[in-house]
C-alpha cells in the first residue's frame, strides 16, 4: 500500500485505499468492548474532564512486525476509535489526540500522503457512529495547509456533529502548540491595533480565548495528558494548555494502547495530588 501510494496520483490513490479500508471496516468487528466502570478511579468526580493524547509509536508498533509505517497508522486509528468510545462512556467530555504535528510535514511524502487519505477517510466513515454516541468532532491546527478533500469533510464532520455533546473528539492536525501561541499573539495584537482592546485588558483568559483550545468551550486545558511509545516529551503539543495537566507516560505503543492501559491512566490520574501551586488542605493547617 505504501509502495502504491508512490506511484498514484492523489485521486486515484485517495479512492483506492478507501476502498482497501471500507473493505477492512466491514470486515472487522474486533472493536475494544465496553466495560462498566469498575474502579474508583472511574467515579465521576475523578475522571478527568479532559484528556490529551499523543498517539506514538505507530511507525515501531508496524516495524517490530515487519510491516510498513502505514499498517501501524491503520491500527494506531483503530486505537482512537477505541479510546473515543471508552472517553465518552467514562464520563470524560473532552479528548484531544494529537493527529499530525506541523513538523510531521517533514516526514516522508509518501507517508503524508498516506496520512491524510486515511485520516479523511476516518473521519468520513464514523461520522455516523460519532452521532450515534454523541460525539461532536473539532479540528484544530493550520486547516488551510490540509489538502482539500480533507479541509471538505473535516467541515461537513463538524457541522454533522455540531450538536452532540457527550464528548468533543478533538483531532489536533497540522498543528503546533508555539505557532498556536504566536497565532492568539496575533489576534491581540490586531485587537490592540483596531482599538478594540488595551494592551492592558489582556490577561490569561483573554489569551486562552484567542488559542484554539477555546473551541471546547467549558474544558479547554486537559487535566491529563498521555504520551504512548515510552517518549518523555511534549513534541510542540498544546503547551500553553498543559502547564498544570498531570502527565502520565507509558511505554505501550499506541496500536496497542487499549482499555487496560487507559485504566491504568485514569487510576493515576485519581492517584495525583493536583494543588496548582496551593497547599492542600492537610499541609496548610500543618
Ligand atoms: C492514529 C494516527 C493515524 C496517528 C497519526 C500518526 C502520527 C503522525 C502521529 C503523530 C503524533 C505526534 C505528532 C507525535 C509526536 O511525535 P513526533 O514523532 O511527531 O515528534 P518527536 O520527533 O518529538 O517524537
Known sequence: MFQQLRTSSSSSCRAR??????????????????????AEALRP????????????????????????PTVGHEHGLRALEGIARL??????????????????????KPEVDFLMVRIQSFIHDNVDDFSSQ???????????????????????????????????????????GRR????ACRNLAHKVHEKVLRPEDIDETLFANELQTSLTDEFPYPDLLIRTSGELRLSNFLLWQTAYSELFFTDTLWPDFGEADYLEALRSFHGRDRRFGKRNMILAQS
Open 87 to 108: 472517553s465518552r462512556a467514562w464520563g470524560v467530555r473532552v479528548l484531544t489526540a494529537f493527529a499530525f504535528s506541523h513538523e510531521n510535514w517533514n516526514r516522508p
Open 134 to 176: 454523541g460525539i461532536r468532532l473539532r479540528v484544530i491546527g493550520d486547516h488551510a495547509r490540509l489538502p482539500v478533500f480533507l479541509q471538505n469533510t473535516v467541515r461537513e464532520a463538524e457541522e454533522a456533529t455540531k450538536e452532540n455533546s457527550q464528548l468533543d473528539l478533538v483531532l489536533a492536525m497540522s498543528y503546533s
Open 45 to 68: 468526580e475523578s475522571v478527568p474532564r479532559h484528556v490529551a493524547v499523543v498517539m506514538d509509536g505507530n511507525s515501531r508498533w508496524a516495524r517490530a512486525r515487519g510491516l510498513p
Open 17 to 38: 485505499v478507501a476502498a482497501v479500508f471500507q473493505q477492512r471496516r466491514r470486515a472487522s468487528s474486533d472493536r475494544t468492548p465496553l466495560t462498566a466502570p469498575p
Open 180 to 183: 498556536d501561541i504566536v497565532q
